[in-house]
C-alpha cells in the first residue's frame, strides 16, 4: 500500500504536508530521524502513522503536560482509543490503573519526570518499544532557549530502553541545537528532515514607538483597522488583561484575555471563543497557543518583546495557517529588553536560594525521596517559584551520582550562570534583529543557518510593506450579538430546530 | 443590591463582636479549622460557610474598608466591627439570599457544575450529531459520570437535548428571587461557548463577587429542588448522585477519629501521629460538632459540663475568655468541647 493510501485511511487526508511524508519514509526505513517542521504541520501524524505499521508500542516524551492531554484527546477524537498520558495529572489509584494496562496502550505519552522513576521505567523496559518519539526535542540542548534538565537524561533513558527506534521532533532551533539533540540522544545515521521556517505569507513588520503610551494607542488604531481574527502577545498578565478591557471598554472589537495565571476551565472557554468566532481578538502571554488550530489568524502583534527569536518565529506562526496573508507587528520601545532581562533572571535561582537550599540539606543524607524528588517544604521555605524549582530539582537529580555532594553547589551555581548568560544572548541576538538594517526575513533565516532563496512579497518593513493591504475591506463591522433571552439560549443549543415547532 | 455587604453584617450581627473580622473571612472562605467550622455551629452561620472561595484577603479588606466608609459598620477596634445604624437598616430591608447553602454543598458545587456543564455540551452535541469537539472540561471523572447518566438513564441519544431542556427549565420556573441568567449563559453547546465567570457578570452588570454568589445561590437551588422533587428530575437527578454526605471532618481529623475508635487516648494519638496535643484537641472539637454519638463525658464531668453552659448562658457570652474567668476549674479545651457539643442548641 502507498503511503497516501494509509494517510486516507486512516486519517481521511489526500496528501501529506510538507516534510511528514520524508519523515515516516525514513522512519520505517529504520532509520532515526531528526525532524524540524514548523509548528501546525501535524507533527503527531509523523509518529501515528508509522505506529500503525511497525508492531509494538510507541512512546512519547513530551515536556507540556497540558500539550500532551491535547494531543491525547486528539487522538481519541480521531477514533484511536489506545492512548494515554502518564503524568502528573493522574492521581496515584489511576496511574496504577494505567500500569497494570500498559500493555493494552499502542500509544504511550510520559512526561521526563515520570521517566525518572525507576519504577515506571522498568516496566516500560519491559515492553516491545517500535519508536522512540522525543517531542520538543530542543529543550535536551544547554544552548537551547527551553533547556530541561529533565531532558538531558533522555539519552540515558533511552539506552536503558535498548536504543529502539527514535524521532526527535522541533519546530525551531538553530543549527547549534540540532547537532546537539543527535549528541545527546546518542543517534547515529540520522536522517534529517529539515523544513525551512519561513512562512512567506506572513509580512513581518517592527515599529518604533516613544513608550507605551504611544504603544497602546498604536495598538487601538492597529486592531481598529487590521482585518481580524488577531493575537496580541505581552509579556505580562495584566497588560494583557488591561489592554483586551480597554479593546473591550472603546468597542473596537470582541475581545478577551489569556494567561496561565488563569483556571484551567476558563483557559477552554476563551480558546474556544476565539476558535468559533466568538472573540476576534486574544489578548495573550506566550502560554497562549500551544495545540490551538485556528487556520484564519490575519495577524499576531506583539506589545513586550519575546525572550529569543525561537519565540518570536513561534507565536507569529500562529497567523496565517490558511496560507492567506497575513501579518506580523512588533512594537519596540527604547528600553524594552530590560523587562526579558529581568525575566531570565527571574526564571532561575538565585545563589542566595542556591546556598540556602544546600545548607537545609546538608545534614541529611537521604535529601532525594522515593520519587527521587525534593522534599515540597522547602520549595516554599526558599521562595522558589514552578519553574526555578522545577530546574534546580531537575538539575540535582541529574547530577546527584556523578558529582558529590560537597560539589554539588558550586556545580550547580556555574550550571545557573551559564543558564543566565545563554538567555542574555539570545535576547541580546532578538535585539540585533530588531536594530538590524537588513531584511527581516533574511535576517531570521540566516540564524536558523538558512539561505533566504526566493524574494517574498510583502516581505517585510525593511524591505517596504504598505500596512493598509492588511485592513479590513471597508467598514463591515460586527454588529453586538443580539439580547436573546436565558431560556431562547438554552432552546438553541439543546433543541436542533430551537422553539419554532 | 449590596449582596456581599449584606451577608457581613449578617454575620458581623450573629457574632455579636466577640469574633474578629477575620473569622467572618474564614468562614465565608470555608476554611478547614476547628475554631471556624466551631464559629459556623455555635453562630448559626453554616449556610455561608465556603460560599466564597475565590475571595482573597486583599479584596476582603477592601469591601471592610468601603463599608466602614459607607458608615454601614462600626470599627470597635481589635479588629472587631459591628453593624452601624445603616447597616442595620439594610439587613432589615433586603433580603438575604435564601438558597445559599454552603455548610451543605459547598463540597460538591464546584463537582455539580462540572457535571452541569459537561453534560449540557454532550446533550447537545448528540443533539446535533456532531461527535468531533472539544470538551470544556477536562476531569475524567466528570467524563466517566457522563457516560455512565448516558448508559444507565435509558434516554435515547436524539432525546437527550430536550429531555434535558425541559427539566432544566422546569427546575428554573417558579424560582422564586432567581435569575437563571447566571448559570445558563455559561452553558456551552454546539457551536456556542459559553461565557466565562468574568463575561458573565459584566454582561449581567454585576460585581465579581456578587456574581459569583448570585451564582451560588442559583446552583444551591437547583440542587435543593432535584433534592426534594426528585421523580420530576430524572436525568438531572444524576447530577447530585454519589457524593458522600458528612465528609465535614477534616483528612487529618479522619486519622485522628479511626485511632481514638481503636482506644487510643488524645496523648497517645499525638506521640503517634507526631502532631501536638492541642491540634488532637481541634479534632476533637470537631467530633463534637460534627459527630451526634460522640460523648465528651470522658474529656470533661458532667458537673463541670453544667457549669461551662450555666455561665455561657448567665453571661450571654462564648467568649472563652469571659467563661474561663467565672469556671477557672475548666480549661480552654474542655469549654470548646462543652460549647461545641451543646453551645448551639443552648443558643437557638
Ligand atoms: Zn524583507
Not at chain 2, 265 to 274: D, F, G, K, T, V
Request: charged share 20%.
Amino acid at each position: 500500500m502507498e503511503l497516501e493510501d494509509l494517510l486516507l485511511k486512516h486519517f481521511g487526508f489526500h496528501s501529506f504536508k510538507t516534510g511528514q511524508k520524508e519523515v515516516i519514509s525514513s522512519l520505517l526505513s529504520g532509520c532515526h530521524t531528526l525532524a524540524m517542521l514548523p509548528t501546525g504541520t501535524g507533527k503527531s501524524l509523523c509518529y501515528q502513522l508509522p505506529g500503525y505499521m511497525l508492531d509494538g508500542h510507541v512512546l512519547i516524551v513530551s515536556p507540556l503536560l497540558s500539550l500532551m492531554q491535547d494531543q491525547v484527546e486528539q487522538f481519541k477524537r480521531f477514533g484511536e482509543k489506545r492512548v494515554v498520558a502518564l503524568n502528573s495529572f493522574l492521581t496515584l489509584e489511576e496511574k496504577n490503573q494505567v500500569l497494570r494496562h500498559i500493555n493494552e496502550y499502542k500509544f504511550i505519552f510520559i512526561s521526563p519526570e515520570m521517566l525518572r522513576v525507576p519504577y515506571i521505567l522498568g516496566i516500560l523496559g519491559k515492553l516491545k518499544l517500535s519508536m522512540f518519539v522525543v517531542d520538543e526535542a530542543h529543550c535536551i540542548s544547554q544552548w537551547g532557549f527551553d533547556f530541561r534538565p529533565d531532558y538531558s537524561k533522555l539519552g540515558e533513558i533511552r539506552s536503558a530502553l535498548g536504543n529502539p527506534l527514535t524521532l526527535a521532533l522541533t519546530a525551531t532551533a538553530t543549527y547549534q541545537v540540532r547537532e546537539d539533540i543527535i549528541q545527546s540522544l546518542g543517534l547515529s545515521n540520522v536522517t534529517k528532515v529539515e523544513s525551512s521556517v519561513d512562512r512567506p505569507n506572513i509580512a513581518i513588520c517592527i515599529e518604533e514607538l516613544a513608550d507605551y503610551h504611544e504603544k497602546e494607542a498604536r495598538i487601538l488604531d492597529l486592531v481598529q483597522q487590521l482585518e481580524k481574527p488577531g493575537v496580541i502577545y505581552f509579556t505580562s498578565k495584566k497588560a494583557a488583561e488591561q489592554m483586551a478591557a480597554l479593546l473591550v471598554e472603546k468597542e473596537i472589537c470582541q475581545a478577551g484575555y489569556y494567561h496561565g495565571g488563569m483556571d484551567p476551565s476558563t483557559r477552554v472557554l476563551i480558546q474556544e471563543q476565539f476558535i468559533h468566532n466568538q472573540l476576534e481578538v486574544i489578548c495573550a502571554t506566550s502560554a497562549f497557543g500551544m495545540g490551538i488550530n485556528k487556520e484564519n489568524i490575519r495577524f499576531v502583534i506583539h506589545y513586550h518583546m519575546p525572550m529569543q527569536i525561537e519565540s518570536y518565529l513561534q507565536e507569529i506562526g500562529r497567523a496565517g495557517r490558511d496560507g492567506n496573508q497575513s501579518v506580523a507587528i512588533l512594537l519596540y520601545s527604547p528600553g524594552d529588553e530590560l523587562l526579558p532581562l529581568q525575566l531570565a533572571e527571574g526564571e532561575l535561582p538565585s545563589e542566595q536560594q542556591i546556598d540556602w537550599l544546600f545548607a537545609s540539606i546538608a545534614g541529611e543524607p537521604r535529601v532525594l525521596n522515593e520519587q527521587l524528588r525534593l522534599h515540597k517544604d522547602l520549595k516554599e521555605q526558599g521562595g522558589f517559584t514552578d519553574v526555578q524549582w522545577r530546574f534546580i530539582e531537575g538539575l540535582i537529580h541529574q547530577m546527584h551520582r556523578t558529582v558529590p555532594m560537597q560539589q554539588m553547589n558550586k556545580s550547580v551555581k556555574e550550571f545557573v550562570a551559564g543558564r543566565l548568560t545563554t538567555k542574555k544572548t539570545n535576547i541580546f541576538q532578538l535585539k540585533q534583529w530588531l536594530d538590524s538594517a537588513s531584511c527581516r526575513r533574511e535576517h531570521l533565516l540566516n540564524y536558523f543557518g538558512e539561505m533566504l532563496s526566493d524574494q517574498v512579497q510583502p516581505c517585510c518593513d525593511r524591505c517596504g510593506v504598505q500596512l493598509n493591504q492588511f485592513f479590513k475591506v471597508s467598514g463591515h463591522f460586527k454588529s453586538k450579538p443580539s439580547d436573546v433571552t436565558w431560556n431562547q439560549y438554552l432552546a438553541k443549543i439543546l433543541i436542533n430546530s430551537g422553539l419554532s415547532e | 443590591m449590596l449582596h456581599i455587604e449584606l451577608i457581613i453584617l449578617h454575620c458581623l450581627q450573629s457574632i455579636k463582636n466577640e469574633r474578629t473580622i477575620y473569622s467572618i473571612f474564614h468562614l465565608l472562605k470555608g476554611k478547614k479549622s476547628s475554631q471556624t467550622i466551631q464559629d459556623a455551629h455555635l453562630f448559626s452561620l453554616k449556610p455561608f460557610f465556603g460560599i466564597l472561595e475565590p475571595m482573597t484577603r486583599e479584596l476582603f479588606d477592601r469591601k471592610i474598608a468601603a463599608m466602614l466608609q459607607n458608615n454601614l459598620i462600626i470599627d470597635c477596634g481589635g479588629q472587631r466591627f459591628v453593624p452601624a445604624l445603616l447597616g442595620e437598616s439594610l439587613l432589615q430591608n433586603n433580603r438575604l439570599p435564601i438558597f445559599i447553602n454552603g455548610w451543605d454543598y459547598h463540597q460538591i458545587t464546584g463537582p455539580v457544575w462540572e457535571r452541569l456543564t459537561l453534560l449540557v455540551q454532550v446533550a447537545s452535541h448528540l443533539e446535533y450529531g456532531e461527535t468531533n469537539y472539544i470538551p470544556i472540561q477536562k476531569n475524567q471523572a466528570v467524563h466517566s459520570w457522563v457516560k455512565t447518566v448516558i448508559k444507565v438513564s435509558n434516554i435515547s441519544k436524539r432525546e437527550m437535548g430536550r429531555k434535558l431542556y425541559n427539566e432544566l427549565t422546569k427546575c428554573f420556573c417558579n424560582a422564586d428571587g432567581i435569575n437563571p441568567s447566571v448559570i445558563v449563559f455559561r452553558l456551552t453547546g454546539f457551536q456556542q461557548i459559553g461565557l466565562t465567570a468574568e463575561q458573565a457578570a459584566k454582561k449581567l452588570d454585576l460585581e465579581a463577587l456578587d456574581y459569583h454568589l448570585q451564582f451560588t445561590n442559583t446552583l444551591h437551588y437547583m440542587i435543593q429542588n432535584i433534592k426534594d422533587n426528585n421523580e420530576q428530575f430524572p436525568l438531572l437527578a444524576y447530577l447530585i448522585q454519589g457524593f458522600t454526605e458528612n465528609e465535614e471532618l477534616t483528612l487529618s481529623a479522619r486519622k485522628t477519629w479511626n485511632l481514638l475508635l481503636q482506644g487510643y487516648s488524645p496523648e497517645m494519638i499525638a506521640s503517634l501521629r507526631r502532631l501536638r496535643v492541642s491540634t488532637i484537641e481541634d479534632h476533637l472539637v470537631e467530633f463534637a460538632l460534627n459527630i451526634n454519638h460522640f460523648q465528651i463525658d470522658e474529656y470533661v464531668d458532667n458537673g463541670l459540663q453544667s457549669k461551662i453552659l450555666d455561665t455561657s448562658r448567665q453571661q450571654g457570652t462564648k467568649q472563652l475568655k469571659v467563661i474561663k474567668d467565672k469556671v477557672k476549674n475548666a480549661s480552654y479545651f474542655q469549654i470548646r468541647l462543652v460549647l461545641a457539643k451543646y453551645g448551639e442548641q443552648s443558643w437557638n
